[in-house]
């Protein structure tokens, strides 16, 4: 019965997308990527990774300003698909960077 709950639930989840994504992400290695850039560069690794994470943080808030930004692409692949728990997740994901006082 456990079992059954935790699958309902699992089904119902907006984040599902996103671990599935992040699992699938861990088959790829942005080490050498990032090493190789902050060599090029003359920067420290660290630093380089740290704007890459905020990069990434901020490309919610990006994505209100940019030409086809990959979120918005993504939005318009799950509207398409009628996946509409998804299209919640990048809504809330985009609304997020907007909620946060650390950005501003």
């Known amino acids: 019965m456990e079992s059954a709950n935790l699958a309902a639930m699992q089904h119902d989840d907006g984040n599902e997308n996103f671990r599935n994504d992040v699992a699938l992400s861990r088959h790829v290695d ?7 850039l902050a060599r090029n560069t003359g920067l420290p690794y660290e630093d380089v990774v740290h704007h ?16 086809e930004p990959f979120a918005l692409r993504q939005l318009i692949e ?4 009628q996946d ?3 299209v919640g997740a990048i809504i809330d994901w985009l609304e997020a960077g907007g909620e946060s006082s650390n950005w501003r």
């Open 78 to 81: 799950a509207r398409k698909a």
């Open 30 to 36: 942005p080490r050498p990527t990032l090493e190789n």
């Open 84 to 86: 509409w728990s998804r």
């Open 52 to 67: 890459a994470l905020a990069r990434y943080a901020s490309s919610g808030a990006e994505a209100l300003l940019a030409v």
